[in-house]
């Protein structure tokens, strides 16, 4: 570790970075790091750098608090450091370990969170990302190996808040349907062993539990909108428009005063 921190610093031609790098020291020698001494050891010496202090508390309260919330800076290895030790420490045996990003994430997470892990930890990553579509029967079943290896074998399960929110819509459309099937069995397992089993690292927590932005799935017979009720949508949208004051035409209604509106 010290000589890849040695080469790293010759790179830097900042003298402050320069002493900052040689002079970093060990961040886990309090006793209270001692259970967790021996995989930050491992982590280091195959990422080629040292953990700070303050990764490497935070790392530690998170594992021990489990519902907690945390603010990082970018550039504070929120992913790189903090991330990947944690789920190394959920993905216990018998436990299911979830990464949930932003949807917007999961291609890029896909490639750069596995080839992470297998050099930190030589564990797997199972990306699963399924649309309402694809919940069929086969997938469903596949969806099952892939909780049973990640629980037996410590790997972690990558996927999206919209895939689990599906999982659960489509068994409540099933079960409003008052269908018995062995699709509808599968699903009922795969949430009792989220419930159960499954621990779960948000990264954007603010995004992802976001209840604006939940998954919905309509249920019941389609019943088309009265034509009358849009033309007079129309109508009343095409009146609100006219109106100078409004400022609708040039998306301006958010600066107009409270007085303004009434």
């Given at each position: 570790i010290e000589a890849h921190q040695i080469e790293k610093a010759l790179q830097v031609e900042d003298p402050q970075e320069l002493g900052l790098m040689l002079a970093t020291k060990f961040s886990y020698l309090d006793s209270k790091y001692t259970p967790l001494r021996r995989q930050f050891?491992?982590?280091?010496?195959r990422a080629g750098l040292r953990m700070r202090e303050e990764q490497v508390s935070l790392i530690h309260t998170m594992h021990q608090e489990k519902s907690c919330v945390t603010q990082l800076m970018m550039g504070g290895g929120k992913t790189s450091v903090v991330a990947s030790n944690l789920l190394y420490l959920t993905a216990k045996p018998g436990k299911i370990a979830f990464f949930i990003p932003p949807a917007a994430q999961f291609s890029t997470l896909r490639e750069n969170l596995g080839n992470m892990q297998k050099k930190h930890f030589n564990q797997e990553v199972i990306p699963i990302q399924l649309q309402?579509?694809?919940l069929i029967e086969k997938n469903l079943l596949w969806l099952q190996e892939q909780f049973e290896s990640a629980k037996q074998d410590r790997?972690?399960?990558?996927?999206?808040r919209e895939t689990i929110e599906?999982?659960?819509?489509?068994?409540?459309?099933?079960?409003?349907?008052?269908?018995n099937t062995k699709r509808s069995q599968i699903l009922s397992q795969l949430i009792k062993e989220i419930k159960l089993f499954g621990d779960a690292l948000i990264d954007e927590v603010d995004l992802i539990l976001n209840p604006m932005q939940e998954t919905n799935f309509p249920i019941g017979e389609r019943i088309p909108i009265s034509?009358?009720?849009?033309?007079?949508?129309?109508?009343?949208f095409t009146l609100l428009g006219s109106h100078e004051k409004l400022r609708l035409t040039s998306n301006q209604q958010g600066i107009l005063s409270e007085s303004a509106h009434q």
């Amino acid at each position: 570790i010290e000589a890849h921190q040695i080469e790293k610093a010759l790179q830097v031609e900042d003298p402050q970075e320069l002493g900052l790098m040689l002079a970093t020291k060990f961040s886990y020698l309090d006793s209270k790091y001692t259970p967790l001494r021996r995989q930050f050891l491992v982590y280091e010496y195959r990422a080629g750098l040292r953990m700070r202090e303050e990764q490497v508390s935070l790392i530690h309260t998170m594992h021990q608090e489990k519902s907690c919330v945390t603010q990082l800076m970018m550039g504070g290895g929120k992913t790189s450091v903090v991330a990947s030790n944690l789920l190394y420490l959920t993905a216990k045996p018998g436990k299911i370990a979830f990464f949930i990003p932003p949807a917007a994430q999961f291609s890029t997470l896909r490639e750069n969170l596995g080839n992470m892990q297998k050099k930190h930890f030589n564990q797997e990553v199972i990306p699963i990302q399924l649309q309402r579509s694809q919940l069929i029967e086969k997938n469903l079943l596949w969806l099952q190996e892939q909780f049973e290896s990640a629980k037996q074998d410590r790997k972690v399960i990558l996927t999206t808040r919209e895939t689990i929110e599906s999982l659960n819509l489509e068994y409540l459309d099933l079960l409003h349907k008052k269908e018995n099937t062995k699709r509808s069995q599968i699903l009922s397992q795969l949430i009792k062993e989220i419930k159960l089993f499954g621990d779960a690292l948000i990264d954007e927590v603010d995004l992802i539990l976001n209840p604006m932005q939940e998954t919905n799935f309509p249920i019941g017979e389609r019943i088309p909108i009265s034509p009358d009720l849009i033309d007079m949508t129309r109508q009343l949208f095409t009146l609100l428009g006219s109106h100078e004051k409004l400022r609708l035409t040039s998306n301006q209604q958010g600066i107009l005063s409270e007085s303004a509106h009434q």
